[in-house]
């Protein structure tokens, strides 16, 4: 069975820096794209970025492009999220999930997405 479980989040003051990890097992890692989508208190659930099955072509939300960096390494079936210049706004549980293709979108698509971790809380304050 698939399992993702996520890791790396904390209390972080704004313009600091988290790296997020997610280790995954029961598939074969290196043939789906993965995605990073969090969900801040009392909001919705909202995509921040996927990237292929070879890490190679990586997708961004518009709240997060230029800050974060979404990265794999498929020999230790691991996904990471580096999260730069941290702002109050992006204090929300972040979920690492797969995709049900080796393909990223570059868009919101959660009906694409077949499994999920339970997430690790980040809280970005002073």
């Known amino acids: 069975q698939v399992q993702l479980v996520e890791s790396g989040g904390g209390l972080v003051q704004p313009g600091g820096s988290l790296r997020l990890s997610c280790a995954a097992s029961?598939?074969?890692?290196?043939?789906?794209?993965m995605s990073w989508v969090r969900q801040a208190p009392g909001k919705g659930l909202e995509w921040v970025s996927d990237i292929n099955s070879g890490g190679v072509s990586t997708y961004y939300a518009d709240a997060v492009k230029g800050r974060f960096t979404i990265s794999r390494d498929n020999a230790k079936n691991t996904l990471y999220l580096q999260m730069n210049s941290l702002k109050p706004e992006d204090t929300a549980v972040y979920y690492c999930?797969?995709?049900?293709?080796?393909?990223?979108?570059?868009?919101?698509?959660?009906?694409?997405?077949?499994?999920w971790g339970k997430g690790t809380l980040v809280t970005v304050s002073s």
């Open positions: 999930a797969k995709k049900n293709a080796p393909y990223g979108t570059g868009w919101s698509n959660l009906d694409g997405m077949d499994s």
């Open positions: 029961g598939f074969y890692f290196s043939n789906y794209a």
